[in-house]
């Protein structure tokens, strides 16, 4: 929200968020700045519905309407039409999307928010397996630097997974390449002798407690 203040609108941009960042008020600027939002609507939203597009509910949209604010903030913050998408995800959940965009069709404005979630889940992975618990330094550039050295491994290990034709998965592959990085040993040598389960169950060593 901090970042909010300082974020200069680009027009004919779509800035793609989660329900955590609702700030009506920040919304209009970038609509009053010619750039397009999608945002994830809360349960409390106060809503006046003035027009309802048609719909098809076989690909999942379950209403696609145009309104106003009812709420006594939201309404001063936001005192533009607004466009409300509810729609039906593949798991069953029903989702509420406000946009700011009457031209693109619903299904696309609910895809746009899909891709975003791509990207969470891109960097949920990087926070769980790269490690980065904690920033080197404090200035923007040492925060850049290092974010774009976690994306530029996974990348890398990626890369290597695929052309390698690695059965690994890159978390195993990381942590390999952590524990042999003075080895002066080939890669395409070490990451294949990487055991598969079914040889660490199948082991002549296990002992077992019972017969």
Same mark, same amino acid.
């Given at each position: 929200? *901090?970042?909010?203040?300082?974020?200069?609108?680009?027009?004919?941009? %779509?800035?793609?968020?989660?329900?955590?960042?609702? +700030?009506?008020?920040? /919304?209009?600027?970038?609509?009053?700045? *010619?750039?397009?939002?999608?945002?994830?609507g =809360? @349960?409390?939203?106060? %809503?006046?519905?003035?027009?309802?597009?048609?719909?098809?509910?076989? /690909?999942?949209?379950?209403?696609?309407?145009l309104?106003?604010?009812?709420?006594?903030?939201?309404? =001063?913050?936001?005192?533009?039409?607004l466009?409300?998408?509810?729609?039906? +995800?593949d798991q069953? &959940?029903?989702?509420?999307?406000?946009?700011? *965009?009457?031209?693109?069709?619903?299904?696309?404005?609910?895809?746009?928010?899909?891709?975003? !979630?791509?990207?969470?889940?891109?960097? =949920? !992975?990087? =926070?769980?397996?790269?490690?980065? &618990?904690?920033?080197?330094?404090?200035?923007?550039?040492?925060? &850049? @630097?290092?974010?774009?050295?976690?994306?530029?491994?996974y990348?890398?290990?990626?890369?290597? &997974?695929?052309?390698?034709? /690695?059965?690994? @998965?890159?978390?195993?592959?990381?942590?390999? $390449? @952590? $524990?042999? $990085?003075?080895?002066?040993?080939?890669? +395409?040598?070490?990451l294949?002798?990487?055991?598969? +389960?079914e040889?660490?169950? *199948?082991?002549?060593?296990?002992l077992?407690?019972?017969?």
């Amino acid at each position: 929200m *901090n970042i909010f203040d300082h974020l200069i609108p680009e027009a004919g941009a %779509f800035y793609v968020m989660d329900r955590g960042y609702i +700030d009506f008020a920040q /919304l209009h600027r970038l609509h009053q700045a *010619n750039s397009y939002f999608v945002i994830r609507g =809360k @349960s409390n939203l106060r %809503f006046r519905r003035r027009y309802s597009r048609p719909t098809d509910r076989t /690909l999942g949209i379950i209403c696609d309407q145009l309104g106003v604010l009812t709420g006594f903030y939201s309404a =001063k913050d936001y005192p533009t039409p607004l466009r409300r998408i509810r729609c039906r +995800d593949d798991q069953g &959940k029903t989702l509420v999307f406000l946009t700011n *965009n009457l031209e693109l069709g619903a299904t696309t404005i609910s895809e746009l928010y899909r891709c975003r !979630w791509q990207v969470e889940l891109f960097f =949920k !992975w990087i =926070k769980q397996h790269l490690r980065i &618990k904690a920033f080197f330094g404090t200035s923007e550039n040492a925060v &850049k @630097s290092q974010i774009w050295i976690a994306v530029s491994v996974y990348v890398l290990v990626a890369i290597l &997974k695929k052309r390698l034709n /690695l059965t690994a @998965s890159l978390y195993q592959i990381l942590q390999i $390449l @952590s $524990l042999t $990085l003075f080895e002066r040993t080939h890669l +395409d040598q070490l990451l294949t002798r990487i055991p598969t +389960d079914e040889n660490q169950h *199948n082991s002549s060593n296990q002992l077992f407690l019972f017969d």
